[in-house]
């Protein structure tokens, strides 16, 4: 698909996939309500659920939020780029983009071809990630694909860089709160407005904190370095296939994927990785605990969501 061809589809009220540096995204006018309506469906996402608000230009903003100091500064420090704001909504912004509050979600992004497709379409774009509600985000078109089959066309703009979905800074409230963790850090932050951010319970008011999200079908469980060894012992005499995300070589016939030691790699391959150990047939997933570092901050929140926690190695054999 070009980008006129999305374009036209975009102002027809269809639905069109296009990459941004974080994950690839669902695309839907946002000034549409039968668009909205489509959007919804077919993500079967709950309807109170507010969604992120695209925009191809700074100039744009006044139409869907209020603006503050603390947001133009961020705006400057990181738009084009994968940092989401919170702010007080603009009048006659739909409950469809809000999921009924008094705020919008709005991102610039910095992906080449989700820049042009926004300029050429002219105006905001409602985009959640590009996946059925509460499975894994996808960072390739083909992943996509497997989400939505031929139902929606995708443009494809290859495998994104970032790899974890923007971190949401909600500056509705004055201080910044941080919803969602990503690739800038709640440090970056503090550089640029030399206020510390808080971190929210955003449980109710951003589905993708809810505790269970990025899920794979196969139960999965995060495992501690040192304690994989067991787990993998343990699983052996249970008779249980397991797949297996973790820094260390392993030898055995399990199913392996190597962890990347850099965190920007590591989330760059995160999704990617999670949909492989969802297809290899496994019983069960286990995934070594990452680093406690602030730089892993977005894939350990993403891991715990993605798993039902730690693995139990204390049970009777
Ligand atoms: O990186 C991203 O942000 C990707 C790409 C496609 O841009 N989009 C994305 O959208 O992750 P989605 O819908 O999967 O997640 C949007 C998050 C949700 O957790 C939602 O609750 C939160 O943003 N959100 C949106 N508007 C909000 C609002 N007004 N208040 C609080 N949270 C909001
Ligand atoms: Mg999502």
């Not at 992004?109 to 905001?124: C, K, R, V, W």
Request: glycine share 10%; aromatic share 6%; charged share 25%.
């Amino acid at each position: 698909m070009t980008i006129e061809m999305a374009v036209q589809e975009l102002r027809m009220g269809g639905l069109v996939a296009f990459p941004t540096e974080t994950v690839y995204g669902l695309g839907a006018d946002a000034s549409n309500p039968a668009s909205l309506d489509k959007l919804y469906s077919l993500k079967g996402r709950p309807r109170n659920h507010p969604v992120i608000v695209h925009l191809g230009c700074r100039s744009w903003l006044p139409k869907w939020t209020e603006t503050c100091e603390a947001a133009e500064k961020l705006a400057d420090a990181f738009w084009p780029g994968p940092l989401t704001l919170i702010l007080e909504r603009r009048p006659g912004v739909s409950d469809q983009l809000t999921g009924g509050q008094n705020t919008v979600g709005v991102r610039m992004p910095s992906h080449p071809i989700a820049l042009e497709l926004l300029i050429e379409f002219g105006g905001g774009l409602a985009a959640p990630s590009a996946n059925r509600f509460g499975r894994i985000s996808p960072t390739t078109a083909d992943h996509v694909r497997q989400e939505f089959g031929d139902r929606v066309q995708v443009l494809d703009g290859g495998p994104c860089k970032v790899g974890v979905e923007s971190t949401i800074i909600d500056l509705s409230g004055g201080a910044p709160v941080l919803l969602r963790p990503g690739h800038i850090t709640p440090e970056d932050v503090f550089e640029v407005l030399g206020k510390k951010v808080r971190v929210g319970e955003g449980a109710v008011r951003a589905p993708g904190t809810l505790d269970s999200h990025y899920c794979p079908e196969t139960p999965a469980f995060l495992v501690d370095g040192e304690k994989l060894d067991k787990a993998l012992e343990q699983a052996k005499t249970r008779g249980l296939k397991v797949a297996v995300l973790c820094h260390q070589q392993l030898t055995s016939e399990t199913y392996w994927v190597q962890a990347p030691e850099d965190a920007l790699e590591y989330a760059r391959e995160l999704y990617a990785n999670l949909r492989l150990l969802d297809q290899a047939g496994a019983d069960e997933i286990l995934i070594e605990e990452p680093p406690a570092k602030e730089s892993w901050l977005a894939i350990s929140d993403r891991l715990a969501r993605a798993t039902t926690g730690f693995k139990r190695l204390d049970c009777p054999r």
